[in-house]
């Protein structure tokens, strides 16, 4: 069975800073599709960043960046020009086929 | 606009009653998910829908129950049944298509609490 893991519960990083949010899983497979969505206070999930396995460029959503390393399993996600509002919890997850599988989630907190 | 709809955004249960918490989207989207978030856990999957008519059992689907009979609309029914109810559910739609990369539209939630 596919797994995801977050082994940051949480973490913190100064406005302006970068930080990066850690991610391994666990398939078979080897074609599927990896994302990190983004939970706010609101509680409203947001995509923020997808990953197609089988491209070897990193996915690049303007400060949102991803390190994917296909035979490590590993899908990290990298913040840069950290600012107030991307404080929130951060769950990477897994699709294949119908289904996807998100990891626990890593809480991240911005120090003004 | 496009999107998901649950409702209510509060919801309060005595114990012993049964429950149903509203999700409907107007995306066209084929499949239909619902999910339980409780603290340090993540998401974990309850139940889901990729056709009319039709469901399959998620991870931790006892104590629940759905219907699909409109595309457009995936009501989950939390029984008496389920003993630790109390949590945050969130509601999710995408397309089937092969070698889609869609992730899922998600709804704002509702969240349920036994009183």
């Known amino acids: 069975a596919q797994t995801v893991t977050q082994s940051q519960p949480e973490m913190s990083v100064q406005e302006a800073e970068t930080v990066t949010l850690s991610c391994t899983y666990d398939?078979?497979?080897?074609?599927?599709?990896l994302f990190w969505y983004k939970q706010p206070p609101s509680r409203q999930m947001i995509l923020v960043i997808r990953?197609?396995?089988?491209?070897?460029q990193n996915a690049t959503e303007n400060r949102f960046s991803v390190n994917f390393q296909k035979a490590a399993k590993s899908f990290s996600l990298k913040i840069s020009d950290s600012q107030l509002g991307d404080a929130a919890m951060y769950f990477c997850?897994?699709?294949?086929?119908?289904?996807?599988?998100f990891g626990k989630g890593t809480r991240l907190h911005i120090l003004p | 606009d496009g999107g998901i709809t649950q409702s209510p955004k509060y919801l309060f249960r005595k114990e012993g009653q049964n429950v149903t918490l509203s999700c409907e989207q107007n995306?066209?989207?084929?499949?239909m998910y619902w999910y339980r978030q409780d603290p340090g856990q993540g998401l974990r999957l309850i139940y889901y829908?990729?056709?009319?008519?039709?469901?399959q059992k998620g991870d931790i689907a006892e104590g629940y129950s759905v219907s699909r009979e409109k595309k457009e609309s995936f009501p989950l029914t939390v029984t008496s049944a389920q003993k630790n109810p109390t949590a945050f559910y969130l509601c999710?739609?995408?397309?089937?298509?092969?070698?889609?990369?869609?992730?899922?539209?998600f709804g704002s939630g509702t969240r349920l609490t036994v009183v």
């Open positions: 999710a739609s995408t397309q089937l298509a092969q070698g889609a990369n869609y992730g899922y539209t």
């Open positions: 398939t078979s497979e080897s074609d599927y599709y």
């Open positions: 990953q197609e396995a089988y491209k070897q």
């Open positions: 997850a897994y699709r294949r086929d119908d289904k996807i599988i």
């Open positions: 995306l066209n989207h084929d499949a």
């Open positions: 829908s990729q056709i009319v008519n039709d469901f």
